[in-house]
């Protein structure tokens, strides 16, 4: 599986990916917003289970490369996550903190939600993020998705962005 954008190619994860995604991971200003930063070993089976994910759903996170030299500046992709007690389709983005402000977020999040509304039966795609998470839920709107609603956990408050399919094809009429 392979979808391109302008400036990005997004594939599926490998075990070769390991490397270039401690680099986004590892990095505890990236996973601030997690319960803990990834070591080596986390990211080992994060890759791992993105491969079960794509035997399971045929979707997972995907790497996130440069179109120009294949460099993996991130992962971006479809799971299935509990959000508020429910399992629902959930769009996850992480870049690299070097190469964020850069609309690579964006332009991957659009490609995931584009592929998502032409390859699955889902009506609405969400993103979650903790409250404090302002640019998680900034990429969220630039992709089209609008908030929803909040909820407590463990971690504290979480918002929650949804966009439906017909809210995406009228962007996508748009652009």
Not at 65 to 86: A, F, H, P, V, Y
Not at 91 to 100: A, L, T
Not at 128 to 152: D, I, W
Request: charged share 30%; hydrophobic share 35%; with cysteine.
């Amino acid at each position: 599986m392979e979808i391109f954008t302008e400036r990005l190619i997004l594939r599926e994860l490998t075990s070769d990916d390991t490397p270039a995604l401690c680099e986004v991971l590892c990095d505890s200003e990236i996973m601030r917003y997690y319960p803990c930063v990834f070591d080596e070993v986390r990211v080992r089976g994060w890759i791992e289970k993105n491969l079960e994910r794509y035997r399971i759903f045929g979707f997972g996170l995907w790497a996130v490369c440069l179109k120009e030299n294949g460099r993996l500046i991130g992962d971006c992709g479809l799971t299935m996550q509990n959000i508020n007690g429910s399992i629902r389709p959930e769009i996850g983005y992480h870049i690299r903190r070097d190469m964020q402000r850069r609309g690579y977020a964006k332009e991957s999040a659009c490609a995931v939600c584009g592929w998502a509304f032409e390859n699955t039966p889902f009506r609405v795609l969400y993103s979650y993020m903790k409250h404090e998470n302002v640019p998680s839920a900034k990429t969220a709107m630039s992709y089209g998705a609008h908030f929803a609603e909040s909820c407590e956990d463990d971690g504290g408050v979480t918002d929650v962005y949804a966009i439906t399919r017909e809210e995406w094809e009228k962007i996508r009429a748009v652009r």
